[in-house]
């Protein structure tokens, strides 16, 4: 099992200053095999070289 974790947002949650985010964002990707991970990847590159150029 392959596992990538991605955060996106402020942790200080300091909601006085004007930066601060009031989201906090985590994405999980589960892959239970090596072929899903490759899947993946493959459908991830097409989308990038398609979208990207």
């Keep these: 099992m392959i ?3 991605d955060e996106s947002g402020d942790l200080g949650f300091d909601f006085r200053k004007r930066k ?6 985590i994405t999980l990707l589960v892959c239970n ?3 899903a991970r490759m899947e993946f990847t493959k ?4 989308t990038i070289a398609t979208n990207l150029r």
């Design 3 to 5: 596992i990538f974790l």
């Design 20 to 25: 601060t985010t009031k989201k906090f964002v």
């Design 33 to 35: 095999s090596d072929a």
């Design 43 to 46: 459908a991830v590159s097409w």
